[in-house]
Nanobody, 126 residues
Framework: QLRLVESGGGLVQPGGSLRLSCKVS????????IGWFRQAPGKERDGVSY????????NYADSVKGRFTISRDYTKNTVYLQMNSLKPEDTAVYYC???????????????????WGQGTQVTVSS
């Protein structure tokens, strides 16, 4: 059974940084592409970033391009989301999700993913 556990969320001031982690267990990370999503209260779950199974392809939502960086460490079975220059509008619960396929242009669709973590809260506020 594949399991994903997010960590690294918290309270940070505008302009600050956080690094989220998505630890995968049950299977090796090589088999899965990983997406990061976020959901703010009263809003839909939106795609934030994506990394392919071999790590060679990444995608970002326009709202986070240039500020967020996704990466994966196969030795630790973990995917990271480095978030810099955080803004209040980045406040949300962040989820990672996994699928055995690689998605190109449709990576942002939550319905593409079969496995989800429980989420970690990120709050950007002064």
């Amino acid at each position: 059974q594949l399991r994903l556990v997010e960590s690294g969320g918290g309270l940070v001031q505008p302009g600050g940084s956080l690094r989220l982690s998505c630890k995968v267990s049950g299977f090796t990370l090589d088999y899965y592409s990983i997406g990061w999503f976020r959901q703010a209260p009263g809003k839909e779950r939106d795609g934030v970033s994506y990394i392919s199974r071999n790590g060679e392809s990444t995608n970002y939502a326009d709202s986070v391009k240039g500020r967020f960086t996704i990466s994966r460490d196969y030795t630790k079975n973990t995917v990271y989301l480095q978030m810099n220059s955080l803004k209040p509008e980045d406040t949300a619960v962040y989820y990672c999700a996994a699928n055995v396929l690689d998605y190109g242009t449709t990576w942002y669709k939550s319905s593409r993913y079969d496995y989800w973590g429980q989420g970690t809260q990120v709050t950007v506020s002064s």
